[in-house]
């Protein structure tokens, strides 16, 4: 069946570093793919998406782009800030109200 | 515009009890999702209802059912507890009429002793 799999944390930064979490899926066909991110004592809110191969979503200055052929959607940014500290999940999905299969969740901690 | 609700905030039940969740939805939201969040873990899907019935299910055994009610809230049902079902309950709903929309509950935090 689908799945997701992430890097496992905690990912452990300096403030001003750069960002990457792995993030790669098992699926057949082409199902949309979610960054979401969980602060704590928070539920999810929707970091980016992308729908389709080669896509890239953004936002806030993460980035991850649709990777077909590696089955990837690593997500990205160039410089983290304290405020990002949080835990950020990989997932999929086969339809716009379809179910989301999340990975395992990566735990960021940038310090000052 | 208010987002997902959900209640309560916090539950602490005793083993073999019976506990009822609820969860209101966005306005202008008519399908609710529910998930069960265990520490250290990723959401993983139990249901989805719509229209007042199941449209999708989780690999979730009978112990955990559910309901929505015309006005589009929902409740999440779990029978004969046991310390395993201690995790986070996140509800998400979304709308048949959008793009994407998933909008998620600060969900609830059962603890089973």
């Known amino acids: 069946g689908d799945s997701v799999t992430q890097m496992e944390g905690p990912v452990t930064l300096s403030e001003e570093a750069f960002l990457t979490i792995n993030c790669t899926y098992t699926?057949?066909?082409?199902?949309?793919l979610f960054w979401y991110v969980q602060y704590p004592g928070e539920g999810l809110q929707l970091l980016l998406k992308?729908?389709?191969?080669?896509d890239k979503g953004s936002n806030k200055g993460f980035e991850a782009t649709y990777r077909k052929e590696t089955t990837s959607f690593h997500l990205e940014k160039g410089s983290v800030q304290v405020s990002d500290s949080a835990v950020y999940f990989c997932?999929?999905?086969?339809?716009?109200?379809?179910?989301?299969?999340f990975g395992q969740g990566t735990t960021l901690q940038v310090k000052p | 515009d208010a987002g997902v609700t959900q209640s309560p905030t916090h539950l602490i039940k005793t083993r073999g009890q019976q506990v009822t969740l609820r969860c209101s939805p966005k306005s202008g939201h008519d399908t609710v999702s529910w998930y069960q969040q265990a520490l250290g873990q990723g959401p993983q899907f139990i249901f989805q209802?719509?229209?007042?019935?199941?449209?999708q299910r989780g690999n979730f055994p009978d112990r955990f059912s559910g309901h929505q009610f015309p006005n589009y809230s929902s409740e999440l049902n779990v029978n004969a507890l046991w310390l395993g079902d201690s995790a986070l309950y996140l509800c998400?709903?979304?709308?048949?009429?959008?793009?994407?929309?998933?909008?998620f509950g600060s969900g609830t935090r059962l603890t089973v002793v």
């Open positions: 998400a709903s979304s709308s048949t009429d959008s793009t994407y929309g998933y909008t």
């Open positions: 209802y719509y229209e007042e019935e199941e449209r």
């Open positions: 699926a057949t066909g082409y199902p949309s």
């Open positions: 997932a999929l999905s086969r339809s716009n109200t379809g179910k989301l299969i």
């Open positions: 992308a729908t389709k191969a080669d």
